[in-house]
């Protein structure tokens, strides 16, 4: 260490006892979402944007501060207007090659050049969008090549921290570390022997030091830097080599005598091997996932050692919404404490994938909600945390008391075990989960009649929801408001489905789908038809950019909600109305049961797979009505299978073991002639491809248009001998392919695929499109399947 690094470390400020690493950022209204859109759409202007996101920081900061983390810096600076990642992206200038034009005199671009970014416009795709780690939320990729230029430009956080500074408060700004950034980015293809984005990262270091310096003189006093990259595996750098990379990018960064100090965190699961390097680095502090993660002894030994760092345990969930068993807590926190560590007490991660507050959720049953803890909650739980560790255990005894007394009655809660539910899993065999033979299935399926007639070879078929218009959105409004009754709303859905039924005809479609109008969202419509659940009003949690969703609570033991265990068929009204209304056959459409508990917040008493296993029992249940009413085809769709996949290889046999198991179970009551349907959305194939085949579905639909088929070549290499719909329509944007388009897609799928397996399909529902594009595209896929048949 230097002189002036001793000297600056000195004079400055231990962390705060208490923090969180980030705030809920669209606001308790989604203010943010409507300034954004309102701001695309041409309808508000730049000072209209900054006066709400200038409005949304105060908001945090007084709230956070409010709520009880009063200290200097514990107030965290997070505040991405759509992402983090892309924030990081132009505070280090890695503009990709396509959109140099939009750089400015600092070498990175302005908020609009971010949101073109961040949305594309008319001449250019926008960056790549994918989960943050096992998250439902996504970030931008950032793209890097060898010609990558960096430059500082953190224009956006010194802003933050002025305003702040401004009003005597000092915020801690916090960034995307620069491992975790290039782990995170993808290869910007323009070099021909491509490079791996981390072996930039020596060009890239000196560039977070001249934005820590810039911080500095804003009057930082503590900078957070996240490197969750270390805590998952990834495809493309090995762990040796993530350990080199955060080894020198921590050292390099503790090095520089210009800066605030430095919170390291590594929030979303262990750090393991890769702690110590960080420990050791000369960092101030480093946030652990005490959720996800753990502390063993040799790695407590880093926190307790001479000029050790600070340990900011993250102990509070960050990413679920059940409240935190204080004394556990406490207890636990103490320990590090008394082990000789410098603890700070935090969330395990950033608050944005929590709702803001359970204030105003007055409709959830009263009993359930006193077991959950949003944003606003869960700082007040770090808070009385931090304070019974400093202040001792009666200066918070009633937090304590209060805390125990909704635990008790969250396991004694009767819907949290119902014995009826668990008897039944309990009774399951081996054999449920297992369907007659595929090859049998397949023949049988074939001589059979599906509606009036047998399946044509390339049936055509589409995902399961067709445009949700105004009307439908009205209509349900209008009911949800009491100014439409039940019998009214239900004439509505009928009436919507008959249109949908008659035009799917009209375009001479095979297989129908009835078009999802009663379903707001796939996960959500479930929720509110199983016992177990609830619902919020306003818990919503950032997706993308100005997108949320409202997540469903599973909190008990599931079943379908009615009289007695099995409960009541829910869809099959739907869906035998939309048969009773066409010679040809309709698929029932279900959601599959990982796919709810992904889009979901889990109970977390039990392991997933047990949860998973209620679910899908009670799916198995809508499955046999579904079959009992005549339905010969029946979907189960599953695009979040992968999503839970985990970021450590050594647990994804486990997973996929119970998420395969799941769906089997769900299915596997099916008699060999009903064919069973999946729908997967992505279409990066090749980890899960085992796991996918393993679902023993009779057809499965991906997503393949975008990358052009190139999936395939996955399905080809492991021998999946099942029906297969590759997407050959793009439904994420409002483009019609043409029919040859079409054919030629289908045609190179034919290369992979057998022609009596092969279907043709868009690559997703078409919940989001409009009745235009839906009838243009959709007549030119029966069109050029019509071609590709006459050359089989
Ligand atoms: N059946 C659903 C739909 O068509 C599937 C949606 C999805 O895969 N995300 O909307
Ligand atoms: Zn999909």
Known sequence: MTEQNTDRTASEKAFPSATVLGYPRLGPNRELKKALESYWAGRSGAQDLEQTASGLRDYAADRIEELGLKESSAVPASYALYDQVLDTLVAVGAVPARFTDLRGENGSVDRDGAFVLARGDAARQPLEMTKWFDTNYH????????????????????????????????????????????????????????????????????????????????????????????????????????????????????????????????????????????????????????????????????????????????????????????????????????????????????????????????????????????????????????????????????????????????????GVHDPEVRARAAAQTPADTQRGDAQRRRSVQAERTFGSARLPVLPTTTIGSFPQTGEVRKARADYRAGTIDRAQYEQFLRDEIARVIELQEQLGLDVLVHGEPERNDMVQYFAENFDGFEVTHNGWVQSYGSRATRPSILWGDVSRAGEGLRGDAFTVPWISFAQSRSQRPVKGMLTGPVTILAWSFVRDDQPLGETADQVALALRDEVADLEAAGIGIIQVDEPALRELLPLRRADRTAYLDWAVDAFRRSTAGAADETQIHTHLCYSEFGEVIEGVDALDADVTSIEAARSRMEVLADVRSVGFARGLGPGVWDIHSPRVPSADEIGSLLISALDHVDADLLWANPDCGLKTRGYEETKRSLENLVAATARVRERL
């Open 139 to 414: 970030y931008l990729v950032p793209e890097i090549g060898p010609q990558t230029t960096f430059s500082a430009a953190p224009y956006e956080l010194v802003a933050a921290v002025e305003q702040a500074a401004a009003q005597g408060r000092t915020v801690r700004p916090s960034i995307v570390g620069p491992v975790t950034f290039l782990a995170l980015a993808k290869d910007d293809g323009t070099s021909a022997s491509p490079i791996r984005p981390l072996d930039r990262l020596e060009d890239l270091l000196p560039v977070y030091a001249q934005i820590l310096a810039q911080l500095r003189t804003a009057g930082a006093e503590w900078v957070q830097i996240e490197e969750p990259a270390v805590v998952a595996d990834f495809a493309h750098v090995t762990e040796d080599e993530l350990g080199t990379a955060i080894e020198r990018a921590t050292a390099y960064l503790a090095g520089q005598s210009a800066r605030p100090q430095i919170l390291l965190a590594t929030p979303y699961g262990d750090a393991g091997d890769l702690l110590a390097p960080i420990a050791r680095s000369g960092v101030e502090a480093v946030h652990v996932d005490l959720v996800r993660g753990d502390l063993d002894a040799g790695q407590l030994a880093l926190f307790t050692a001479d000029r050790a760092p600070a340990l900011v345990a993250g102990i509070v969930n960050g990413r679920n919404i059940w409240r935190t068993e204080l004394d556990a807590a406490l207890t636990r926190l103490e320990g590090l404490r008394d082990a000789g560590a410098k603890v700070s007490v935090a969330t395990s991660t950033s608050l944005i994938h929590v709702p803001h507050t359970l204030e105003g959720e007055d409709d959830l049953d009263p009993a359930v909600r006193r077991w959950l803890a949003f944003a606003d909650e869960k700082i007040q739980e770090v808070a009385t945390l931090a304070r019974g560790l400093a202040e001792g255990r009666d200066a918070v005894a009633g937090e304590l008391r209060e805390s125990e007394e909704a635990a008790a009655s969250r396991r004694e809660a009767p």
